[in-house]
């Protein structure tokens, strides 16, 4: 979705009518008949979309929504880190991004740096006895 003052700032030509549906700040749907544009996005990281269907609309504090429709075709990931919320975003998909995975090898590798001694001496001994019993 595209607001109308990029439309005019980019002197686009409306491609066709579509009937759009958005949720308004009462948290009802409202329905709307709007222009639709032919155009080509280009991303920071030179992403581009060629023939890409918008819709004129308003965004609260924006000048442009990027659907579903474009982060379904890569990989789209948020993050804060020191205050600062970052997005990136490629495509084609390369591979799996998988935060869970990453915190639990993370975890994994350096777990005897976050467990005190107290603990570490417990768990090497239950480990001992756990071979005994087994062994």
Not at 30 to 48: H, I, K, Q, R, S
Not at 83 to 92: A, E, L, S, V, Y
Not at 105 to 123: A, G, P, V
């Amino acid at each position: 979705m595209i607001c109308k003052k990029i439309a005019t700032d980019l002197n686009l030509t409306p491609s066709g009518r579509a009937n759009v549906a958005v949720v308004g700040p009462d948290g009802k749907t409202n329905e709307f008949e709007t222009d639709t544009y032919l155009v080509n996005l280009y991303l920071p990281n030179n992403a581009g979309i060629v023939g890409l269907r918008v819709v004129e609309g308003s965004v609260a504090g924006a000048d442009m929504l990027i659907g579903m429709d474009v982060i379904g075709m890569g990989d789209f990931a948020i993050t804060n880190c020191n205050g600062c919320t970052w997005w990136t975003f490629r495509t084609p998909s390369i591979e799996v991004i998988d935060f869970v995975l990453e915190i639990n090898e993370h975890n994994k590798k350096y777990r005897n740096l976050l467990i005190s001694d107290d603990q570490r001496r417990k768990e090497r001994n239950k480990a001992k006895r756990e071979r005994r019993k087994n062994g």
